[in-house]
């Protein structure tokens, strides 16, 4: 039975020897210092973010550094000052030393990232930090490190010299920190490396399988200093078959450790601890992500350049943990490939191959002006069947171009959507009544990225098996016979999307020409001074009786709703009361836009 006593006492001999000398002090003034250099450093400043993003990229390394330090005279100076010896004879088991020796690293360890936390108050002083950014941060940065000081332990217990276990230290830690750039397409390997698994920390959510991951390393280690201290109790006799067996025990254990976090990593829950929730993904993505079949997987290769512009910092970084988060839910259904995309590289080369559009953006650095091109696209596949994302700009809904993107993919065929031919030129083209060529509506290209996208003829009445959906833009511009086949379509009860406005805004606010009291605009088609073709008259002088009596609604094509409420008051002298923002601000519980 293990005894809290002997725990304790063995823990407060070593904190205490700890804090004896200068040395320990020392060490801990230069992890602090070396924290900030690497927190604040030129790259902190030029991002303008309120977070420890760079210090969390040099971590790792710190850790090389500090957990030595801490534990290289765990073992060691117990062996070289011969107390081992007699800590050993002392009535304790080999488990409760053990155990009051890690807590007492644990609590160096702790009061030292303690000491660290002047980061948060300097960031708290020049910004405004997301408090549960920091907490997950600073977690991160603890697991990390009490796991590796198992490690550090370990390699002190091999020697009787604390140099000798400050350099094995640094060795023995540096496998898990640099295991991942062996394979960094290997899964398996990348399950491995501390790197990865502390980047969630980084963001904001605290993942269960991380925490996992450095519980089963800190054991692992634990397990293999308790083998060492206790080979004291083999005979001579014993060497060869007690070190087999424990061989055993110890690959056993790691397979046992390895296969826990490989199964709880496919279904672990995450959380959120961000203050606005920026890497939660919605209820309608995680149901999306549970329907992918398996038999079918779909991947996610997303381009990222490593470095951006201050005002694509936090795109980047949202990017880049909401794909952590598809990749963890998605399983085996859905795999997240990282391309960091450098200048230059093969990596430019195979996102320009796959139509992955990069930016070019003047920044500012030194005082002097650079054009920086920036990758941020990605592509997503699914069989025979892509969807490209060729640049997350800034306003981009991250997660519903993604979602999106996944939900096309997903399925055997795309629906086809027809979009009925109109003045409003939805397709663009030669308008005369808009004055000259027009170019596509932007919905157009949007519904190409999930849709196949057919225009649809009024003149001739429309098929009732070619579209999965037809819109219809402005139906009242219609004449009347184009406007009784829509009616027919209609009739047949075929999904139809009807868009009709008194006011309509667009072409640079020419649209108000096509409103449905308006006349319909001369097609043209003058020449040489010739008087222009009278136009045919809209249907119903623009009332959509037909539709509207079928449909069994009724509309005043003469009147406009309009709201007082503009969330933009520096724009005031341009927004009209016509536009109407529908927002929780004007008290629409249920507004679909923040």
Request: a neutral charge.
């Amino acid at each position: 039975m293990l005894r809290n006593n002997v725990v304790l006492a063995v823990f407060k001999r070593n904190v205490q020897s700890y804090f004896s000398g200068v040395l320990g002090y020392l060490f801990i003034v230069v992890f602090v210092v070396a924290g900030a250099f690497a927190a604040f450093n030129q790259q902190f400043f030029a991002n303008n973010q309120a977070n420890l993003d760079q210090l969390s990229l040099w971590y790792p390394l710190l850790l090389l550094f500090i957990i030595p330090a801490i534990t290289m005279g765990v073992w060691a100076d117990e062996k070289k000052m011969g107390t081992d010896e007699l800590l050993f004879t002392l009535p304790a088991s080999d488990l409760e030393i053990l155990l009051g020796k890690f807590f007492a690293v644990l609590a160096v360890y702790t009061i030292a990232l303690l000491f660290s936390v002047t980061h948060v108050f300097v960031l708290w002083k020049i910004g405004n930090p997301d408090m549960g950014l920091m907490f997950t941060t600073y977690f991160g940065y603890w697991l990390a490190g009490a796991s590796l000081l198992a490690a550090g332990m370990f390699a002190s217990a091999l020697t009787s010299s604390t140099t000798v276990a400050f350099v094995l230290g640094t060795v023995i830690c540096a496998i898990p920190i640099f295991i991942g750039q062996i394979a960094p397409s290997s899964n398996l390997v990348q399950g491995l490396s501390l790197v990865e698994q502390f980047q969630d920390f980084s963001t904001g959510v605290i993942p269960l399988g991380a925490v996992l991951y450095f519980v089963s390393l800190a054991v692992m280690m634990l397990y293999l200093n308790r083998i060492l201290i206790t080979r004291r109790h083999w005979s001579s006799q014993q060497q060869n078959s007690m070190g087999l067996q424990y061989l055993i025990r110890t690959v056993s254990l790691a397979v046992i450790l390895i296969s826990v976090n490989v199964i709880v990593s496919y279904g672990s829950s995450r959380m959120d601890m961000t203050g606005e929730k920026v890497f939660s993904l919605s209820q309608t993505t995680k149901d999306l992500l549970t329907k992918i079949d398996e038999k079918n997987p779909i991947t996610i290769e997303a381009f990222i350049s490593p470095e951006v512009s201050r005002e694509y910092v936090p795109i980047r970084k949202r990017l880049i943990g909401l794909l952590r988060e598809y990749n963890q839910l998605g399983g085996k259904r859905l795999q997240v490939r990282f391309v960091d995309v450098e200048p230059f590289s093969k990596a430019e080369e195979e996102a320009r191959l796959l139509n992955i559009s990069p930016q070019q953006v003047q920044t500012e650095r030194g005082g002097r002006a650079f054009v920086d091109t920036i990758f941020m696209g990605a592509v997503v596949k699914s069989g025979t069947d892509e969807v490209v994302i060729p640049f997350f700009n800034v306003g981009t809904p991250i997660e519903y171009e993604l979602t999106r993107s996944i939900r096309t993919v997903s399925k055997d065929e795309r629906l086809t959507v027809g979009i009925l031919n109109t003045d409003a030129s939805i397709f663009g083209g030669l308008n005369m009544g808009m004055g000259g060529n027009q170019p596509p509506w932007l919905i157009v290209s949007e519904l190409k990225k999930q849709y196949k996208v057919e225009q649809v003829s009024p003149d001739s009445p429309i098929s009732d098996t070619a579209y999965d959906v037809l819109i219809a833009v402005l139906p009242s511009s219609l004449t009347e016979p184009q406007l009784n086949n829509l009616v027919e379509y209609v009739k047949k009860g075929k999904p139809t999307l009807i868009c009709d406005d008194p006011l309509p805004v667009y072409g640079g606010g020419r649209g108000i020409q096509n409103a449905p009291r308006m006349p319909k605009p001369s097609p043209g088609g003058g020449m040489f001074g010739m008087q222009q073709p009278p136009s045919t008259p809209k249907a119903d002088q623009g009332r959509l009786t037909p539709l509207l009596s079928l449909l069994q609604i009724a509309w005043d094509n003469g009147q406009v709703v309009f709201d007082y409420f503009n969330p933009h008051p520096e724009f005031a002298e341009v927004v009209r009361p016509e536009l109407i923002f529908i927002s929780p601000k004007n008290g629409v519980k249920g507004a679909f836009s923040n």
